[in-house]
């Protein structure tokens, strides 16, 4: 029959497809616009080259009596009993 050599349900959902293909398009287009201010982008032939190297300096500073209290309290599973008795002392 002539409707079998035209599948127009085909057709429309190629339609349909292609539609929503040049929406995402066009939505991805307009995030590129507004995000591009945004970007920062360097090549590593941008970057200075005279940078000195990173220094790191570890400083040791003592725990505080309730830091270290903490501390202990923590390392010997007792912190749930210690913070249970905290909390009826504060009321």
């Known amino acids: 029959s002539f409707e079998s050599w035209f599948d127009i349900a085909g057709i429309s959902q190629n339609a349909e497809d292609l ?17 591009t ?3 920062l982008r360097r090549l590593k032939s941008d970057v200075a080259l005279e940078v000195p190297p ?3 300096v570890v400083v040791y500073a003592p725990l505080t009596k309730k830091q270290e209290t903490f501390y202990t309290a923590i390392v010997n599973r ?3 009993q ?8 504060d009321l």
């Open 19 to 35: 539609i929503a293909k040049e929406r995402e398009q066009n939505i991805l287009h307009m995030l590129h616009q507004i995000l």
């Open 37 to 39: 201010p945004f970007l």
């Open 54 to 56: 990173k220094r790191e």
């Open 78 to 80: 007792t912190i749930v």
């Open 82 to 89: 210690m913070l249970g008795k905290e909390k009826v002392h």
